[in-house]
């Protein structure tokens, strides 16, 4: 057996212990493969997901964890980079941590005043002109359209997954008018999907925060810091608990 995992820092590997996939792998004695990578946006986890599940020779007994991110995150074909994995010069759109305000509420819907200073100078002028543009019913449309062909792909080839928010919980009715021509039965067709924890009412982020388990980088990101070790344990019990009732 397989499991795969992609996510932004979340999920990704590398954290100095276990993430929840790697006690996801470990119950079910299986192979891991984790490509969650620090400031992904959405559109990178579920593309490079896609093409990686679809480059393994053998997809009769995979497990796929997909983590969502903030959707006011963006990336950029960047060609003077070099080029990582499988996945060219598209590489995400990175700011100075340090230089952020996190303690600021509604990061995964509003942005951070002049956020785009803390880019890289090369993009900059491309980012102030996208954050100009951005709008929280734009990406979750986008979002939302990518997901159901990601699960139409999978339910094709008999892969399982389980989609999830690693970070916030994804914007309401306050923000998106879910109700609109434009986006009501793509909310309602995830909302209908067993494969999908419920996006808008739990994310790995506020359970952690919830169980009293402040983020192991509190000093820097406040609340919307990284889980530590406990949380990815108790989270992966969550995830095995809804893989056991829906798969």
Request: charged share 20%.
């Amino acid at each position: 057996m397989i499991v795969y995992s992609n996510s932004c820092s979340f999920g990704a590997p590398d954290q100095g212990h276990d993430v929840y996939s790697d006690h996801i792998a470990r119950e079910f004695s299986a192979t891991l493969i984790n490509r969650g990578m620090a400031c992904s946006c959405n559109r990178r986890i579920i593309r490079s997901s896609l093409r990686d599940l679809i480059e393994l020779e053998d997809k009769s007994n995979v497990l796929a964890l997909i983590g969502l991110t903030f959707i006011s995150r963006t990336e950029l074909w960047q060609p003077w980079q070099k080029s990582v994995d499988n996945d060219g010069h598209f590489f995400p759109i990175k700011i100075d941590d340090k230089k952020i305000d996190w303690s600021i509420s509604g990061l995964i819907d509003t942005v951070v005043p002049d956020v785009y200073r803390y880019s890289d100078y090369r993009i900059q002028n491309y980012y102030k002109n996208w954050l100009v543009h951005y709008h929280p019913e734009s990406a979750m449309t986008d979002l939302l359209t990518d997901i159901i062909m990601f699960c139409g792909w999978a339910d094709q080839h008999n892969i399982k997954y389980v989609i999830f928010s690693n970070v916030d919980v994804l914007p309401g009715d306050d923000k998106v008018g879910y109700s609109s021509p434009f986006i009501h039965s793509l909310h309602q067709q995830i909302l209908k999907n067993s494969n999908i924890i419920n996006p808008w009412e739990f994310s790995f982020g506020t359970f952690a925060l919830a169980q009293g388990l402040k983020p192991k980088d509190y000093a820097v990101f406040k609340n919307h810091g990284h889980p530590g070790e406990q949380a990815h344990k108790l989270f992966s019990e969550v995830l095995l608990n809804h893989l056991q009732t829906n798969l």
